[in-house]
């Protein structure tokens, strides 16, 4: 067996216990666990003078041993270890507890240096079971450590051990998945040096390196899976949709379409009537903008001209709010025009799933609408010729080949409501074809945004109870859903894989809703989060809905969406937090009715890339020049992070290009995927096994992914 296929229980010291550990983060194998990259790393290298170090801090000392340990016997058979050690600018207690080998480590005069948290008491400074490292002039140690996200009673130490050994077990079979010339071109490091310097960097440099390298790697066989499986799909033959008379469905719409909406069906249209006797050639098409454009009318052309032309619709989406909101637009439209309609998604009882598998199966379910239920093997279509599929990137690759596969003849229709650039575009869905809706309908008004820091609170509160006042609803967006104990928070030296400087702490939905429902007793706080139960989700957006809650506190589930026309205020807290996409899109959140709306960033940030990315929010509301300068100033993280905006990579989610803020990464990687496939289409070659391997596994890997 290849090493890299080894199971991590056959490690030095990994036992049963430690085993499950591992289980539980998903690592099984040497693989697994070299693919298990650090969240962020600890920098001893940066030595703090002890006159300088502050309670509560944890930092590197680089200190002399001035007494011998003594060890004392606390209450039961604890332990504690003391001795004093000294540096130019003063002197400080160091205590183990219950490490009472501790005694005969340290002697006087030697020199060490020390990461740990400083405490005070009663004005006596004291070092916490420090980690020391002997220290010698002119022997330099390492700078970095990497700190990994754990299960007890995996520890940070008991991981890096691990990964020292899998990395020392499995370095001959790290071979390079990218050809050496598109590694030269795009000044890539190889692949052994990028897993190496992942976990052990020797500098922050290589650390970089390391992490772009990996980042390119994950958008790149996300170029190539994406490619790969729409060239299966391109050579396909769908449904020939010959009744292009679009009017029935036409006259049931309230409204003129925009000119934009006009191109995009006619687009549909085009594609979905071309080609000669009963085939076409599969349409693969995407319909990109703004949230509240209109795309949810153009899909609903599509579903018409499908099911006008005998055949079945499905319309796909992500989330099962997003699914009921789709149901309930289009359904009563549909109905009318004489045509079934039906909800398929996870929490639909077993009975109904049965009932509705059947008429899909028989044909007598004309329209489906639904989560990724839908894919399930078990359900099945007499004649399916169009999908709709909304918020693809937030289905696994996998899941986008299995809808493909349920449904050999019929034409594919992508909506998107994240303006991302062009160069990401490319990387996430290949060439498909692009309508860009960039065009809002007539009336709708621009929402204010404004830019503003704490001092302004009182005044904001006191927007509040005016909006209250005059009847509108709130929303308020925070980046966490409760505050949480992490060492990250409490000024230790860590750096991350792309460092992203100091920050302002955290509000967390769950405390700060809290806080507003005191200072708002009227209106009915209610606060909601990704980790809620559907049903408790749901309770609470419809309460929002009825207006019955007016001040919604959130993460960013209500993103995408949601659609509550009395709302007119949107308040996004520690808005430095956020990709200026996904400010676009909260602030899309309100606006659509008829009530002057709002948006307010409130940021206490310094940083000054920060605040330019939030000023530049007040300026524009056109969500793909706000898509371009995010790249610009930011790289591919922000559309590829977190939460709301989640996508779902080639193996599941990104985790370094999330972070990465180099711009000409998503490029490099649409190229290089590009290039290789130019050489060879099917990479059969020797020159990509490495690649073809991995690919073939993230593939099956990304089935399990999805929320
Ligand atoms: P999104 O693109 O975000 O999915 P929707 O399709 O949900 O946007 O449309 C947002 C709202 O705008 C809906 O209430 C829809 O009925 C309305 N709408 C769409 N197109 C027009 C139009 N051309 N004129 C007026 N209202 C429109
Ligand atoms: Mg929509």
Same mark, same amino acid.
């Given at each position: 067996?290849?090493?890299?296929?080894?199971?991590?229980?056959?490690?030095?010291?990994?036992?049963?216990?430690?085993?499950?550990?591992?289980? @539980?983060?998903?690592?099984?194998?040497?693989?697994?666990?070299?693919?298990?990259?650090?969240?962020?790393?600890?920098?001893?290298?940066?030595?703090?003078?002890?006159?300088?170090?502050?309670?509560?801090?944890?930092?590197?000392?680089?200190?002399?041993?001035?007494?011998?340990?003594?060890?004392?016997?606390?209450?039961?058979?604890?332990? %504690?270890?003391?001795?004093?050690?000294?540096?130019?600018?003063?002197?400080?207690?160091?205590?183990?507890?219950?490490?009472?080998?501790?005694?005969?480590?340290?002697?006087?005069?030697?020199?060490?240096?020390?990461?740990?948290?400083?405490?005070?008491?009663?004005?006596?400074?004291?070092?916490?079971?420090?980690? +020391?490292?002997?220290?010698?002039?002119?022997?330099?140690?390492?700078?970095?450590?990497?700190?990994?996200?754990?299960?007890?009673?995996?520890? @940070?130490? %008991?991981?890096?051990?691990?990964?020292?050994?899998?990395? +020392?077990?499995?370095?001959?079979?790290?071979?390079?998945?990218?050809?050496?010339?598109?590694?030269?071109?795009?000044?890539?490091?190889?692949?052994?040096?990028?897993?190496?310097?992942?976990?052990?960097?020797?500098?922050?440099?290589?650390?970089?390196?390391?992490?772009?390298?990996?980042?390119?790697?994950?958008?790149?066989?996300?170029?190539?899976?994406?490619?790969?499986?729409?060239?299966?799909?391109?050579?396909?033959?769908?449904?020939?949709?010959?009744?292009?008379?679009?009017?029935?469905?036409?006259?049931?719409?309230?409204?003129?379409?925009?000119?934009?909406?006009?191109?995009?069906?006619?687009? $549909?249209?085009?594609?979905?009537?071309?080609?000669?006797?009963?085939?076409?050639?599969?349409?693969?098409?995407?319909? %990109?903008?703004?949230?509240?454009?209109?795309?949810?009318?153009?899909?609903?052309? =599509?579903?018409?001209? =499908?099911?006008?032309?005998?055949?079945?619709?499905?319309?796909? +989406?992500?989330?099962?709010?997003?699914?009921?909101?789709?149901?309930?637009?289009?359904?009563?439209?549909?109905?009318?025009?004489?045509?079934?309609?039906?909800?398929?998604?996870?929490?639909?009882?077993?009975? *109904?799933?049965?009932?509705?598998?059947?008429?899909?199966?028989?044909?007598?379910?004309?329209?489906?609408?639904?989560?990724?239920?839908?894919?399930?093997?078990?359900?099945?279509?007499?004649?399916?010729?169009?999908?709709?599929?909304? *918020?693809?990137?937030?289905?696994?690759?996998?899941?986008?080949?299995?809808?493909?596969?349920?449904?050999?003849?019929?034409?594919?229709?992508?909506?998107? =409501?994240?303006?991302?650039?062009?160069?990401?575009?490319?990387?996430?869905?290949?060439?498909?074809?692009?309508?860009?809706?960039?065009?809002?309908?007539?009336?709708?008004?621009?929402?204010?945004?404004?830019?503003?820091?704490?001092?302004?609170?009182?005044?904001?509160?006191?927007?509040?109870?005016?909006?209250?006042?005059?009847?509108?609803?709130?929303?308020? %967006?925070?980046?966490?859903?409760?505050?949480?104990?992490?060492?990250?928070?409490?000024?230790?030296?860590?750096?991350?894989?792309?460092?992203?400087?100091?920050?302002?702490?955290?509000?967390?939905?769950?405390?700060?809703?809290?806080?507003?429902?005191?200072?708002?007793?009227?209106?009915?706080?209610?606060?909601?989060?990704?980790?809620?139960?559907?049903?408790?989700?749901?309770? $609470?957006?419809?309460?929002?809905?009825?207006?019955? $809650?007016?001040?919604?506190?959130?993460?960013?589930?209500?993103?995408?969406?949601?659609?509550?026309?009395?709302?007119?205020?949107?308040?996004?807290?520690?808005?430095?937090?956020?990709?200026?996409?996904?400010?676009?899109?909260?602030?899309?959140?309100?606006?659509?009715?008829?009530?002057?709306?709002?948006?307010?960033?409130?940021?206490?940030? *310094?940083?000054?890339?920060?605040?330019?990315?939030?000023?530049?929010?007040?300026?524009?509301?056109?969500?793909?020049?706000?898509?371009?300068?995010?790249?610009?100033?930011?790289?591919?993280?922000?559309?590829?992070?977190?939460?709301?905006?989640?996508?779902?990579?080639?193996?599941?989610?990104?985790?370094?290009?999330?972070?990465?803020?180099?711009?000409?990464?998503?490029?490099?990687?649409?190229?290089?995927?590009?290039?290789?496939?130019?050489?060879?289409?099917?990479?059969?070659?020797?020159?990509? =096994?490495?690649?073809?391997?991995?690919?073939?596994?993230?593939?099956?890997?990304?089935?399990?992914?999805?929320?």
């Amino acid at each position: 067996m290849a090493n890299l296929d080894m199971p991590v229980s056959k490690l030095d010291g990994i036992g049963k216990v430690k085993d499950a550990a591992f289980e @539980k983060l998903g690592i099984r194998t040497l693989r697994d666990l070299i693919y298990h990259f650090p969240t962020r790393y600890e920098n001893r290298g940066v030595v703090t003078p002890l006159a300088e170090g502050k309670a509560g801090m944890t930092q590197s000392y680089i200190l002399t041993v001035s007494t011998e340990p003594k060890m004392a016997r606390l209450r039961g058979s604890m332990t %504690v270890v003391k001795f004093r050690a000294f540096d130019d600018s003063g002197s400080v207690e160091i205590v183990y507890f219950n490490q009472p080998y501790m005694r005969d480590k340290f002697h006087v005069g030697e020199t060490y240096r020390f990461y740990g948290k400083l405490t005070e008491k009663l004005g006596r400074y004291s070092l916490a079971s420090p980690v +020391a490292e002997l220290y010698k002039e002119g022997e330099p140690l390492p700078d970095l450590y990497a700190v990994y996200r754990l299960s007890p009673p995996l520890n @940070k130490r %008991v991981l890096r051990e691990c990964v020292s050994q899998a990395l +020392a077990l499995c370095k001959s079979e790290l071979y390079d998945t990218v050809p050496s010339d598109i590694r030269s071109k795009y000044s890539l490091a190889s692949l052994s040096f990028a897993l190496e310097n992942i976990h052990i960097p020797e500098t922050l440099d290589a650390l970089d390196r390391a992490a772009r390298r990996l980042a390119f790697d994950e958008l790149f066989e996300t170029a190539l899976a994406v490619r790969l499986m729409r060239k299966k799909q391109t050579k396909a033959f769908a449904t020939r949709m010959v009744n292009t008379d679009i009017s029935p469905f036409i006259k049931t719409v309230p409204f003129e379409l925009t000119g934009a909406q006009k191109r995009a069906v006619n687009d $549909i249209v085009t594609d979905l009537s071309a080609g000669e006797g009963s085939d076409a050639p599969r349409m693969s098409r995407i319909l %990109v903008g703004d949230v509240g454009c209109g795309k949810t009318v153009c899909a609903a052309a =599509a579903v018409f001209m =499908a099911v006008n032309n005998g055949t079945q619709a499905l319309i796909m +989406a992500p989330t099962e709010i997003l699914a009921s909101q789709h149901h309930a637009d289009l359904a009563p439209q549909f109905v009318v025009l004489g045509y079934r309609v039906e909800k398929l998604t996870g929490s639909t009882t077993a009975a *109904e799933k049965r009932r509705i598998k059947a008429g899909l199966s028989d044909g007598s379910i004309d329209i489906v609408i639904g989560t990724h239920a839908l894919i399930e093997d078990d359900v099945t279509f007499r004649a399916l010729g169009l999908c709709v599929c909304d *918020e693809q990137h937030r289905f696994g690759i996998a899941q986008r080949a299995k809808l493909l596969e349920k449904s050999p003849r019929a034409h594919m229709l992508v909506m998107s =409501a994240t303006p991302i650039p062009r160069t990401l575009s490319l990387v996430l869905y290949g060439d498909l074809a692009i309508s860009r809706i960039d065009e809002m309908p007539a009336g709708r008004q621009k929402v204010d945004t404004v830019y503003v820091n704490e001092n302004y609170r009182t005044r904001l509160n006191g927007f509040i109870d005016k909006q209250l006042a005059e009847g509108g609803q709130i929303y308020v %967006v925070c980046p966490a859903v409760e505050q949480v104990e992490d060492d990250a928070d409490d000024g230790a030296a860590t750096v991350s894989v792309f460092d992203i400087g100091a920050q302002p702490p955290l509000k967390s939905a769950v405390e700060f809703s809290a806080e507003l429902a005191e200072r708002f007793p009227r209106a009915n706080v209610a606060y909601i989060h990704g980790k809620m139960r559907p049903a408790e989700k749901n309770d $609470i957006m419809s309460r929002f809905v009825s207006g019955d $809650i007016k001040l919604l506190v959130s993460t960013t589930v209500i993103e995408v969406g949601i659609n509550v026309p009395n709302a007119s205020l949107m308040i996004v807290e520690n808005a430095e937090r956020f990709g200026l996409s996904q400010l676009h899109q909260l602030r899309g959140r309100v606006g659509r009715g008829t009530r002057k709306s709002y948006c307010v960033l409130v940021s206490d940030t *310094e940083g000054e890339v920060a605040r330019q990315r939030l000023k530049l929010m007040t300026k524009t509301n056109d969500g793909f020049v706000i898509a371009e300068e995010d790249l610009k100033m930011r790289g591919p993280g922000d559309f590829l992070g977190t939460d709301g905006a989640r996508q779902s990579g080639v193996g599941g989610n990104y985790r370094m290009a999330a972070l990465c803020q180099d711009p000409a990464i998503p490029e490099a990687a649409g190229e290089a995927a590009a290039a290789v496939l130019e050489r060879d289409p099917t990479l059969s070659s020797p020159e990509f =096994a490495p690649l073809r391997a991995r690919l073939s596994r993230a593939m099956s890997a990304s089935e399990t992914t999805m929320n």
